[in-house]
């Protein structure tokens, strides 16, 4: 299987491809620079950051380290997944990371609104956080699940079955 320097690799190629072409063929898309700057932005956070290989967060992963000092908080992803397991499917992966994410900063937010009321201030954060515009959201999230596609293709691991390996 490839290391996480492979893995960024072949993404990163395919990036470049991809947006060579995109810019040699930019005027037969209907797309927005804003919409191709969040593909390649989520496409990066899911390459560099929030990969598949996360579920193996309680050892040393490059994703894990890209994260400092916060990197900690993927160990416990790393104890609920076992490598190569859920974590390493189609659609249902990409979104345990995701939904991870949400729910511990969730969580964080939740706690320390806790901790702001009992000293007598709060967040206030009703109407000041809105999802960005839908062909903006499109474009972060096939973006991020383009990214984890290649690393599963690059594993052996195929669409229709996630779990057996190309041979």
Not at 7 to 18: D, V, Y
Request: glycine letters at 14%; hydrophobic letters at 45%.
């Amino acid at each position: 299987m490839p290391s996480g320097r492979v893995h960024e690799t072949i993404n990163l190629c395919a990036l470049g491809l991809g947006s060579a072409g995109y810019l040699a063929f930019k005027g037969s898309f209907d797309l927005e620079d804003s919409a191709a700057l969040a593909f390649v932005a989520s496409y990066c956070v899911g390459t560099f950051l929030i990969t598949p290989d996360l579920d193996l967060a309680e050892r040393n992963v490059r994703a894990k380290g890209r994260w400092g000092l916060l990197g900690w908080i993927w160990v416990p992803y790393g104890l609920m997944f076992s490598h190569r397991g859920l974590s390493h499917t189609w659609f249902i992966g990409p979104l345990t990371r995701l939904a991870y994410l949400f729910l511990l900063g969730g969580a964080l937010l939740w706690a320390g609104d806790g901790l702001l009321r009992y000293w007598g201030a709060s967040l206030e954060l009703q109407g000041r956080i809105s999802a960005p515009p839908g062909e903006i959201l499109g474009a972060m999230t096939l973006g991020y699940y383009v990214s984890q596609w290649l690393h599963l293709i690059a594993d052996g691991i195929w669409p229709d079955f996630p779990r057996r390996l190309r041979r």
